[in-house]
């Protein structure tokens, strides 16, 4: 199979059209088969429920070609289930956990030209989703809904690499207490666009959003969970349960502890304690991890005294480690790569 001809090394995190996207569809408590359609438009019903009342919810994972040329996904199982439990929360039919891992196979092989070649630094990144297709207008859920999965080929989701990122304390919330902070729902990035936009116009890549309920814990930001390293080397990461259970930070603190032999520790992490931190990162499937060198609360600055240069020791290990394992360098963990090609 030939790679399609693409600057693999320069592309930035940006949506293009490839080959192949997945379609299938529910009515009447019954999924149709999936089809594999080369039409990147979705026509629909002028009162479709997510265009009314967001009744959508994602994924994002990334497919890898390895050094034998083999391609490979990462832990697409936990994907397959936080997809389900975002469905269950927001009363839409599951995409049955099989068949979401049986249609990335389909869909990954079907754009295997898309797929970055080993050692390019990009990745194919992969955007299941589902929305309420049908009509209503009543709130209630959608008699029909749609499963696609579209994909394209990435580069890095902040512009500057692995350069490190500066983040401010945001006055807006991201997720209510007992709301929706905790599952893939579009609805939760639509209420987060001004707080990104006022961020970027004020200087900064992120926001780092505190807890609803007392705004003195940190919570996560827009699109990645907190990493902290203690001066100790002890990594901690913040428990809520409002932020997103995030594969990465998940695969992360396992990696640390198994393969680094760090102390992990999930725990409520008050912002009256960052600068005690030594480095401090962002982790997540399109940011992989990538460092903060600065925090700004209303003015404060607290600088990591590793990593405002340059990614910190800790979390360039972490980096280094997480990587190979997806790339096919360092073994991984049994279950953690399907190899698809
Ligand atoms: N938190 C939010 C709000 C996200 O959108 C994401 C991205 O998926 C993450 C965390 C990281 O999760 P994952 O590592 O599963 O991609
Ligand atoms: C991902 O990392 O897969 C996400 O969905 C985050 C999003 C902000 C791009």
């Known amino acids: 199979m030939e790679k399609k001809n693409i600057d693999w090394g320069n592309l930035s995190f940006a949506y293009q059209p490839i080959d192949y996207r997945y379609i299938a569809t529910w009515k009447d408590g019954v999924w149709s088969e999936g089809t594999m359609s080369d039409d990147p438009t979705v026509q629909m019903n002028e009162c479709a429920g997510v265009l009314h009342y967001c009744q959508e919810v994602f994924e994002g994972l990334k497919a890898y070609t390895t050094k034998d040329g083999s391609i490979v996904t990462f832990r697409p199982d936990l994907n397959a289930k936080r997809m389900a439990d975002s469905a269950r929360r927001l009363e839409m039919p599951v995409f049955p956990e099989e068949r979401f891992l049986e249609a990335l196979d389909a869909f990954v092989r079907a754009n295997a030209a898309w797929v970055p070649p080993y050692g390019s630094g990009a990745t194919l990144y992969v955007r299941p989703?589902?929305?309420a297709s049908g009509p209503m207008v009543a709130v209630k859920p959608a008699p029909e809904f749609t499963f696609r999965m579209i994909g394209m080929p990435v580069g890095p989701y902040f512009k500057g690499g692995a350069k490190p990122i500066t983040i401010r304390?945001?006055?807006y919330d991201r997720a209510a207490p007992r709301g929706t902070g905790n599952i893939k729902a579009g609805l939760n990035y639509a209420m987060s666009m001004h707080a990104q936009m006022e961020a970027h116009r004020e200087g900064f890549d992120e926001n780092m959003y505190l807890d609803p309920e007392t705004r003195s814990f940190v919570e996560e930001t827009g699109g990645a969970n907190f990493l902290f390293v203690?001066?100790?080397?002890e990594l901690v990461t913040p428990a809520s349960d409002s932020i997103l259970p995030s594969v990465t930070r998940r695969s992360l603190t396992y990696v640390a502890e198994k393969?680094?032999?760090l102390k992990v520790t999930q725990r409520k992490v008050a912002v009256s304690e960052l600068a005690d931190f030594a480095e401090c990162g962002v982790c997540g499937t399109a940011a992989v991890i990538c460092p903060v060198g600065k925090v700004v609360d209303h003015g404060k600055e607290i600088c990591f005294p590793a990593g405002m240069e340059k990614p910190g020791?800790?979390?360039?290990?972490?980096?280094?480690t997480l990587t190979g394992i997806q790339m096919g360098d360092i073994e991984a963990p049994e279950g953690w790569i399907r190899k698809i090609v």
Not at 313 to 320: E, M, R, S, V
């Open 313 to 320: 020791p800790i979390t360039q290990k972490l980096y280094d």
């Open 169 to 171: 304390v945001c006055d």
């Open 230 to 233: 203690t001066k100790d080397g």
């Open 129 to 131: 989703y589902m929305y």
């Open 259 to 261: 393969y680094l032999g």
